[in-house]
Nanobody
Framework: VQLQASGGGLAQTGGSLRLSCAASGRSLSGYMMGWFRQAPGQERSFVAG???????HYTSFVKDRFTIFRDNAKNTMYLQMNSLKREDTAVYYC????????????????????WGQGTLVTVSS
């Protein structure tokens, strides 16, 4: 599956952005899907994920502020980001994995074999 991430940009503290991850080639309903982010000088880290049956998981840093959801009809995954903080500034990547998993321990980046190109989110005060 090929992934195309979009929707990044500049937002103010407390603002909102919605990221999109459009899939092509295969239906993303059959994949583990996740959003990861990488800030300058840091490793890529898990943000939010959704498995094949729709169970969702979030890192504690974004829980209650970010929402991951998937529109199978549009073959697109989204990340709604509200109450943005400066520390949310990063390049955001979407990813898909051809495995099934339940639980917060599923989202090791090395398990995902398809990645979008990344979209930059910058949050300023």
């Amino acid at each position: 599956v090929q992934l195309q991430a979009s929707g990044g940009g500049l937002a103010q503290t407390g603002g909102s952005l919605r990221l999109s991850c459009a899939a092509s080639g295969r239906s993303l309903s059959g994949y583990m899907m996740g959003w990861f982010r990488q800030a300058p000088g840091q490793e890529r880290s898990f943000v939010a994920g959704i498995n094949r049956i729709g169970s969702k998981h979030y890192t504690s840093f974004v829980k209650d502020r970010f929402t991951i959801f998937r529109d199978n009809a549009k073959n697109t995954m989204y990340l709604q980001m509200n109450s943005l903080k400066r520390e949310d500034t990063a390049v955001y990547y979407c990813a898909a994995g051809g495995f099934d998993c339940i639980g917060s321990g599923c989202y090791d980046p090395t398990r995902f074999d398809s990645w979008g190109q990344g979209t930059l989110v910058t949050v300023s005060s």
